[in-house]
């Protein structure tokens, strides 16, 4: 089982897990995309640069309540906000929500 999104105006590559392992347990879901570009904001929610590292991190998403943090402190916050945004080599861009 693979899911692969191609954007049909310039035929990229957006959403594509062909190659990878997709896991579903009860209250565990972990998805490995490729990626057009890495130009990658978003998940997880936390006190840091809004723009992401591309070099193949875990990014967990839970909710734990704890107040904010300090910038730089990298902990997590208190809500999951399961959306990221790619700006692709071309200039367009895409954005993937993980609604469960």
């Not at 998940?43 to 910038?71: K, Q």
């Not at 730089?72 to 208190?78: C, K, R």
Request: net charge negative.
């Amino acid at each position: 089982f693979w899911i692969h999104v191609v954007r049909k105006a310039t035929n990229e590559s957006l959403f594509d897990t062909r190659n990878t392992t997709l896991v579903f347990l009860d209250q565990f879901l972990e998805i490995t995309s490729v990626l057009p570009s890495n130009r990658f904001y978003g998940i997880p929610e936390r006190g840091a640069p809004f723009a992401r590292s591309m070099d193949h991190v875990t990014m967990p998403l839970f909710a734990h309540d704890n107040y904010p943090s300090p910038i730089g402190q990298h902990i997590n916050l208190y809500s999951s906000q399961p959306f990221y945004m790619v700006v692709e080599n071309n200039g367009d861009a895409h954005g993937v929500m993980i609604y469960n």
